[in-house]
């Protein structure tokens, strides 16, 4: 009985450790200063640091029923921190519209354009179409406006999507979320 425990106990051990490990930084991007107002700070955005060394991403965590995430904001309009339009139909969109990017491993080359998700926060809900990719494994350039590039647990989100959470607007920024596809 004690070897079958122990057995068990190692398997459970050896398969979290193997889903903790699941997703591991895939490289790294050395940061370099933008060149003047070249990176646009709108929602407190990061701007990229001369030397700073930035971890890439291929994936992201596992999707389950109810996957763990960090809610970031952004502006999906013309002139807005999300820069160039969206991957998915190559539009720009509202800020008063629930529109998300989401990390590369999760935005899974596409698979998810023009889908929608729920998100819940703040004993909320809201249902939100995924329309872009935060990417996780470029930045630092002209491309990704000299941001660096997006962690990979990252659900960026309109304003739309914050107000719908009822997050006062002194609290936008960061918000540990759970979000399922629909």
Same mark, same amino acid.
Request: hydrophobic share 30%.
């Given at each position: 009985?004690? @070897? $079958? $425990?122990?057995?068990?106990?190692?398997?459970?051990?050896?398969?979290? &450790?193997?889903?903790? %490990?699941? #997703?591991?930084? !895939?490289? *790294?991007? =050395?940061?370099?200063?933008?060149?003047?107002?070249? #990176?646009?700070?709108?929602?407190? !955005? /990061?701007?990229?640091? %001369?030397?700073?060394?930035?971890?890439?991403?291929?994936?992201?965590?596992?999707?389950?029923?109810?996957? *763990? @995430?960090?809610?970031?904001? +952004?502006?999906? &309009?013309?002139?807005?921190?999300?820069?160039?339009? !969206?991957?998915? /139909?190559?539009?720009?969109?509202?800020?008063?519209?629930?529109?998300? @990017?989401?990390?590369?491993?999760?935005?899974?080359?596409?698979?998810?354009? $023009?889908?929608? =998700?729920?998100?819940?926060?703040?004993?909320?809900?809201?249902?939100?179409?995924?329309?872009?990719?935060?990417?996780?494994?470029?930045?630092?350039?002209?491309?990704?406006?000299? %941001?660096?590039?997006?962690?990979? +647990?990252?659900?960026?989100? !309109?304003? @739309?999507?914050? *107000?719908?959470?009822?997050?006062?607007?002194?609290?936008?920024?960061? $918000?540990?979320?759970?979000?399922? /596809? /629909?």
């Amino acid at each position: 009985m004690r @070897a $079958l $425990l122990f057995v068990l106990l190692f398997l459970a051990t050896h398969f979290s &450790e193997a889903r903790l %490990q699941a #997703c591991k930084p !895939s490289g *790294k991007i =050395i940061g370099k200063n933008p060149p003047p107002g070249q #990176c646009n700070q709108q929602n407190d !955005s /990061d701007c990229c640091k %001369q030397g700073k060394s930035y971890p890439t991403y291929k994936c992201s965590p596992s999707v389950s029923g109810s996957t *763990k @995430a960090v809610l970031t904001i +952004n502006s999906f &309009e013309k002139g807005g921190d999300g820069g160039a339009p !969206s991957e998915c /139909d190559n539009k720009y969109h509202s800020d008063n519209t629930p529109v998300v @990017a989401l990390s590369t491993g999760w935005y899974s080359g596409g698979s998810r354009c $023009l889908n929608n =998700i729920t998100i819940s926060a703040n004993g909320r809900s809201v249902t939100a179409m995924v329309i872009d990719e935060c990417d996780s494994t470029m930045g630092c350039d002209d491309d990704h406006d000299y %941001q660096p590039p997006c962690p990979n +647990n990252i659900v960026d989100a !309109s304003k @739309a999507v914050w *107000k719908a959470l009822g997050v006062p607007e002194d609290y936008w920024g960061e $918000l540990d979320i759970a979000w399922s /596809d /629909d």
